[in-house]
């Protein structure tokens, strides 16, 4: 239980419908419009909607969505790919022949086509009750009218001041009076709501066709960038089978690869064979546990792990109990591992939304543009900015995530949902870039092997396992960190937050619904 003495913020609680995500304004958008009749996939893109404008530096329009989706609150996952792909004018040799040793960072080269919009649109059109129009009514108003920016929001945009200052697009839009907004100030985006108003009216067609993909399409290619309008108006994402396993009675779904969710179900395989409930929560023992797996399952997400239609994934092999059990073997309770190569493991910026509505269709869902502010490559007119996905991408032959026409980058985004006993327990998801499938298993191996409600869960203390070194969160006791050293890490103290969470907890005996929201980011859970 909490200690009263030092209370975090309580979970919220509700009967008839919840929704959880990183921004307030968002969260209410969600609301209304779960309030006004629409369900849970209306409230989660007319959340994503809003954050696309509210939180410029962590999603948009011009980034990628992934969704899991559970009907009526039945067992049955329902996953789709929103994912955009490489231009077909992108080869490997095209990057080799012109001297690249990797993919850029930022810039046209770093740009996937945006896949967000067509799948909002797809997923509105099959699950939805309402239509796109009502669905970015909310963002539209925000973008033209004006919004207040709230403080992690500002903490971030002030970060990629230098990054928004190298285009001249972005330098008008996001640093108005040369700096980067500051907490409590207003701003608009007039262009994006002009944008968001030919969306709402055309549909996918008025984003990957005619004006809108035109000045995207314009702007890449003015920059040396490959894209076409044949290569915009191709986008479609897809429906496709979750991955899976099982864990302590609990079924864990998540995206299949190209997504990196597989990584997180390895990580839980291997816990599974530890006695971790008998553990210090925020103990040595438990964290050097969790570092060892994630250090292993993200050998095989390095290696492996590629876009399933060019390249195979052996997927079912990664997820067997053999497989846990050679990984788990090479654990040492008291001793790091000295032979894994480096982990070149980044954060990122995402937004993640979690939404059950009153018939229970529960709904997993997240939305990005990569780093923040994702490529800097902003539409002139249109206020869009590009993510830089393409970034993913490896020039290595032979490796699975080596650029290809068509394909789609290995992806760090991915929503999560838990089923048991033929229902939907709860859709949850930890945001943050690389850090996300330890964030998954921290977050479930709290509440499933420690007992804690969702917000203690969210709330409690993190580590991440990067460029050979341990970045522990200051909650961390000061005996876990020397423990962890006496096990041969190397221990700092992480200059921010890990990840940022949300999730939405289904008690179907009490007809009840527990929401909770992650103090690293603005957001809340509310519901009613």
Known sequence: MRDFQFPGRSPVRATEAMAATSHPLATLAAVDMLRSGGNAMDAAVCAAAVQAVVEPQSTG???????LYCPNGQSEVLAFN?????????TAEWYLDRGHEELPGFGPHAVTVPGAIDAWCRLLDDHGRKGIDAALAPAIRYAEQGYVVHDRVAFDWADSADLLADDEHATRIFLPDGRAPLAGELHRQPQLADTLRIVSSHGRAGFYEGDVADDMVSRLRALGGLHTLEDFAATTGDYVRPVGTSYRGYDIHQMPPNNQGLTALVMLNVLSGFSLGSLEPNGAERFHLEIEAGRLAYQDRDNLIGDQNHVHVPVEELLSKSHADRLRAAIDPVRAMTHLPRLELQPSDTVYISVVDRDRNAVSF????????????VGPRTGVVLQ???????LTAGHPNRIAPGKRPMHTIMPGMVTAKGRAVMPFGVMGGGYQPFGHVH??????DFGMDPQEALDAPRVFYKQDAVEAERGVPARTLAGLRKRGHHV???AEPHGGGQLVLIDWDKGTLTGASDPRKDGCALGY
């Open 388 to 394: 830089n996905r393409g970034s993913s991408f490896r």
């Open 366 to 377: 997240i939305n990005s543009t990569f780093h923040s502010f994702g490529s800097g490559v």
């Open 492 to 494: 700092s103290i992480a």
């Open 61 to 67: 329009i011009g980034g990628d969505c992934f969704v």
């Open 443 to 448: 977050l479930l191996t709290n509440m499933i």
């Open 82 to 90: 929103g994912s955009g792909r490489a231009p077909a004018a992108a």
